[in-house]
Structure formats: C-alpha cells, structure tokens
C-alpha cells in the first residue's frame, strides 16, 4: 500500500513538473501585462507630485530610469550613442525585460511554493520592492541611493510595485491565460488510471487537491 502511494507520489509530482515551463511562460506574459498596467499608474502618481518633489527626483536619477540607463551601458562601452537616453526601444525592452523575468518565476513558484501568491501577489510586489527598487538598483549603479530620493519617490514606486504584483496575479487568472493551464491539467488526469485528480483554481495555489478519483481511459 504505502509503495503503490509513493509511486503515486512520484507520479503526480512528475506531471507537475512538465507544466514548469508552461507556468514560466504565462508568469512571462503577465509580468508584461504587469508592467504596462503599473507604468501607468506610476505616471499617473508622477503627475499629481508637487513640482519640488518632481525637480528633487530627477536630480536624483542618474540621467534617467534605472531600465535606460542600464540599456545604456552596452552602448556607452563601445562608444555607440544612443538616439535618447530616456527613450529608445533598448531602454523599453530592458524595462519590460525587469517585469517579465520576475512574473515568469511567479507564475512557476505560485502554487507550488508556499506563501508565494499570499495577498493575490501583494507580497510578491513588495519584494520586488525591495530587492529591486530600494537594493539592486542603487548597488548596480543604475539608480541614486535611496537617501537622495523624496519620500514621495519611495511612496510612488511601493505603489506601484503592489499594483504590478497584483496586476501579474490576476493576469495569472485571465481565462485566456490559464485555460491552457486547465486543459494541460485534465489531460494529464484522464491519461493516467492511478492518478488522482486535481483541478485548477485561481486563488493563493494553483493545484487544488480534489478526491482521489481514479478515470479509465477514454
């Protein structure tokens, strides 16, 4: 009984493993989703600053967001001048590329790793807060210390940040997203006589454990 619950196990863990590299592909496309609905909001803040707060954060930016100066760099070392510091297509890929790669490893560890998709994704934004904004950015040289900014800079960007971790969570949700999260799932059910099986839900887990309910093949 318990070799046949361990084979079983393994099983079960395995097909959960194959749908690894179609998680980080819709973690991927809802990180995109993700940044273009938080880059709106942020402009949205900006724009309601008062004009000293504004003035104080752009003195603090080392010419412009942390995405374009990065883009920068490549070029800046081979002597190649870029059309706009603030705004050429390399900037915006490298910006989108910092919301992509982190929503692609959400949409892989959410649901399989616990307390990762706590607060539908409140928590994973303020870790990208943090670990981003207040600590990568300013170590990498690609943003001022966090002394230097105002307050309503640090405000702004944790906004932000819970929107994008929000937006990523519910984008996660989309049907049109997950529905071939759904289908992957139940073909593995019905493929599989001793496999339980699971169904998927879009709250804080992905997998679901239902009854164990053995199907025969079709």
């Not at 752009?58 to 920068?72: F, K, N, T």
């Not at 934004?125 to 981003?132: N, T, Y």
């Not at 002394?147 to 309503?152: K, L, N």
């Not at 599989?192 to 009854?211: A, D, E, F, G, V």
């Amino acid at each position: 009984m318990e070799a046949h619950r361990s084979g079983r196990g393994r099983e079960l863990r395995g097909a959960e493993a194959g749908g690894v590299a179609g998680d980080l592909v819709r973690g991927a496309v809802a990180g995109a989703a993700g940044v273009w609905i938080m880059d709106r909001v942020d402009w949205f803040m900006y724009h309601r600053v008062s004009a000293e707060a504004r003035r104080r954060t752009e003195d603090a930016r080392p010419g412009a967001i942390p995405a374009h100066v990065m883009a920068g760099m490549a070029p800046q070392a081979a002597g190649v001048a870029l059309s706009s510091p603030k705004q050429n297509p390399a900037g915006l890929a490298a910006r989108y590329g910092l919301g992509v790669f982190p929503g692609a490893l959400y949409g892989a560890l959410r649901g399989r790793v616990r307390r990762v998709g706590a607060g539908r994704g409140l928590l994973f934004g303020f870790g990208l807060f943090v670990v981003e904004d207040e600590l990568a950015n300013p170590l990498l040289g690609i943003a001022a210390p966090p002394g230097r900014h105002p307050w309503q800079a640090h405000a702004r960007g944790l906004i932000a940040h819970l929107i994008y971790g929000v937006a990523t969570d519910v984008a996660l949700c989309n049907p049109l997203i997950s529905m071939t999260r759904r289908m992957s799932a139940f073909s593995k059910c019905v493929t599989r006589t001793t496999m339980p099986c699971r169904y998927i839900q879009c709250r804080s887990t992905i997998l679901t454990p239902s009854s164990d309910i053995a199907i025969s093949r079709l």
